[in-house]
């Protein structure tokens, strides 16, 4: 028993030396993820011949990029600088990450380099500029460190893109597991507030610092994720949209919004008595108009303006058709007519 127990005990402190006797060694290449949540076909044959052992040269890792970004399949384009993030960190702090992961999860196209050679620190403004180019895009917002307060909130469907520029990541191993929490959460405030999942993402440091020597090592980064890849449209649009309609209710506030019809029961009911005299009105000034224009013909001759009377007759036609055609329309003006001469 206290064998078992000193041996565990062993067990839980060996990585902790481990870590602390390992050297630190100049960063040669970076860790990279690629993923978009819609799919973005034809990048999948850049993940399958990809030797995690080899280094991605900056050339190869443009033209991946780029291919990306050229689908223009996304609403926001996120491009994400962890200054001092090597292969170990997405590796060790793996369960760390769940936001980081769950979004990965989902993404219809995810890629993954574990080396890519150190790319240069304007590499996002390159890619920034590509993109506002290839996907007529005008937003832009850069956000520093570790503070959302500076992200405001924009629910209108612009289309954009995000460069964050997260808080270096400290040497010391307890801070650094702690920023690598706060990123985490950090993150998911950023992606959580966009009024569209669609989006676009690479995650990478584009400041490179020293490391550990057994950073150098093969190692997968989210092997479960990246089991078996396929160029599949994972987020049905419907199955997306479908709790927003819940959220949905239609705004009634009365008259003006709702215009009336006249075939609605309840509007005939209430005004009942004001369409039918309308409607008496209409057929009386019709009947009359029908036998002045018979009487007309007859006493043409005694009639010393004729040709002034029988202008008016036609114009009053005009007008008795038109308010037959367009009857809801005056039927509505009259209404609004009334209401105000009633407040009046
Ligand atoms: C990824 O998501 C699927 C469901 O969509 C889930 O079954 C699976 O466990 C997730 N994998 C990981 C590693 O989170
Ligand atoms: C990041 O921000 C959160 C919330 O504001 C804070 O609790 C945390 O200490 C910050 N972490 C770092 C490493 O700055």
């Given at each position: 028993?206290?064998f078992?127990?000193?041996?565990?005990?062993?067990?839980?402190?060996l990585?902790?030396?481990?870590g602390a006797?390992?050297?630190?060694?100049?960063?040669?290449?970076?860790?990279?993820?690629?993923?978009s949540h819609?799919?973005?076909?034809?990048l999948?044959k850049?993940?399958?011949?990809y030797d995690p052992?080899?280094?991605?040269?900056?050339?190869?890792?443009?033209?991946?990029?780029?291919e990306?970004?050229?689908?223009?399949?996304?609403?926001?384009?996120?491009?994400?600088?962890?200054?001092?993030?090597?292969?170990?960190?997405?590796?060790?702090?793996?369960?760390?990450l769940?936001?980081?992961?769950?979004?990965?999860?989902?993404?219809?196209?995810?890629?993954?380099?574990e080396?890519?050679k150190?790319?240069p620190?304007?590499?996002?403004s390159?890619?920034?500029?590509?993109?506002k180019?290839?996907?007529?895009f005008?937003?832009y917002?850069?956000?520093?460190?570790n503070?959302?307060d500076?992200?405001?909130?924009?629910?209108d469907?612009?289309?954009?893109?995000?460069?964050?520029?997260?808080?270096?990541?400290?040497?010391?191993?307890?801070a650094?597991?702690?920023?690598?929490?706060?990123?985490?959460?950090?993150?998911?405030?950023?992606?959580a507030q966009?009024?569209?999942?669609?989006?676009?993402?690479i995650?990478?440091?584009?400041?490179p610092?020293?490391?550990?020597?057994?950073?150098?090592k093969s190692m997968?980064?989210?092997p479960?994720l990246?089991?078996?890849?396929?160029?599949v449209e994972k987020?049905?649009?419907?199955l997306d949209?479908?709790?927003?309609?819940n959220?949905?209710?239609?705004?009634?506030?009365?008259?003006?919004?709702v215009?009336?019809?006249?075939?609605d029961i309840?509007?005939?009911n209430?005004?009942?008595?004001?369409?039918?005299?309308?409607i008496?009105?209409?057929v009386?000034f019709e009947?009359?108009?029908?036998?002045?224009?018979?009487?007309?013909?007859?006493?043409?001759?005694q009639?010393p303006n004729?040709?002034k009377?029988?202008?008016?007759?036609?114009?009053?036609?005009?007008?008795?058709l038109?308010?037959?055609?367009e009857?809801?329309?005056?039927?509505?003006?009259?209404n609004?007519?009334?209401?105000?001469?009633?407040?009046?």
């Amino acid at each position: 028993m206290l064998f078992v127990g000193l041996l565990s005990f062993l067990l839980v402190l060996l990585p902790i030396t481990a870590g602390a006797n390992d050297n630190l060694v100049v960063q040669k290449s970076v860790p990279v993820l690629l993923f978009s949540h819609k799919v973005s076909p034809g990048l999948l044959k850049y993940q399958k011949n990809y030797d995690p052992k080899t280094t991605v040269p900056i050339e190869s890792f443009e033209i991946i990029s780029h291919e990306l970004i050229d689908h223009c399949n996304s609403d926001t384009y996120i491009y994400v600088n962890i200054p001092g993030l090597r292969k170990l960190d997405l590796i060790e702090y793996e369960d760390e990450l769940k936001f980081l992961q769950r979004y990965l999860n989902q993404s219809s196209t995810k890629l993954k380099f574990e080396q890519v050679k150190n790319l240069p620190e304007d590499y996002y403004s390159d890619l920034t500029t590509y993109t506002k180019d290839t996907c007529k895009f005008e937003g832009y917002i850069s956000l520093h460190g570790n503070n959302s307060d500076d992200f405001t909130t924009y629910l209108d469907s612009g289309k954009r893109i995000i460069e964050i520029n997260y808080s270096p990541l400290p040497d010391d191993d307890v801070a650094r597991l702690q920023s690598i929490i706060d990123f985490d959460l950090y993150f998911r405030e950023i992606l959580a507030q966009l009024p569209s999942p669609d989006q676009t993402i690479i995650l990478t440091s584009l400041h490179p610092s020293l490391v550990p020597e057994r950073d150098y090592k093969s190692m997968p980064i989210f092997p479960k994720l990246f089991e078996d890849l396929n160029e599949v449209e994972k987020n049905n649009m419907i199955l997306d949209v479908a709790p927003l309609t819940n959220k949905f209710s239609p705004k009634f506030s009365g008259m003006e919004d709702v215009p009336p019809n006249v075939f609605d029961i309840q509007f005939y009911n209430e005004n009942k008595i004001f369409i039918l005299t309308i409607i008496i009105v209409f057929v009386t000034f019709e009947i009359l108009s029908v036998s002045k224009l018979f009487g007309k013909s007859k006493h043409s001759s005694q009639k010393p303006n004729p040709k002034k009377d029988l202008k008016i007759e036609e114009k009053r036609e005009i007008y008795s058709l038109e308010t037959e055609k367009e009857g809801r329309t005056v039927l509505t003006k009259v209404n609004k007519g009334k209401t105000i001469s009633k407040d009046d």
